[in-house]
Nanobody
Framework: VQLQASGGGLVQAGGSLTLSCAASGRTIRTYVMGWFRQAPGKEREFVAAISLTGAGTYYTDSVKGRFTISRDNAKNTVYLQMNSLKPEDTAVYYC???????????????WGQGTLVTVSS
């Protein structure tokens, strides 16, 4: 499956952005979908994931209550709604797919190219 992330940009602290991840080549119905991010000089880290049907969602502690992951299997697309953004959210955001949920990036199978989110203070 090929993944294309979009929606990044420059936003002031406290603002909002919605990232999209459009899949092609295969349906995402059989994949857990996730978002990761990588800040300059840091390792890639887990942000959020969503189960096959969307019934289950997982978040890293730092984004709980601010970010919402969702999926539209009919559109083969996953979203990450980001509210109350902070400068420390600045990173390249990647979407990924996997057969099962795991917060370890190395366990995910397919990756998009990333979209840059910059939050100014």
């Amino acid at each position: 499956v090929q993944l294309q992330a979009s929606g990044g940009g420059l936003v002031q602290a406290g603002g909002s952005l919605t990232l999209s991840c459009a899949a092609s080549g295969r349906t995402i119905r059989t994949y857990v979908m996730g978002w990761f991010r990588q800040a300059p000089g840091k390792e890639r880290e887990f942000v959020a994931a969503i189960s096959l049907t969307g019934a289950g969602t997982y978040y890293t502690d730092s984004v709980k209550g601010r970010f919402t992951i969702s999926r539209d299997n009919a559109k083969n697309t996953v979203y990450l709604q980001m509210n109350s953004l902070k400068p420390e959210d600045t990173a390249v955001y990647y979407c990924a797919s996997s057969g099962r949920y795991n917060a370890n990036p190395s366990r995910w199978d397919y990756w998009g190219q990333g979209t840059l989110v910059t939050v100014s203070s």
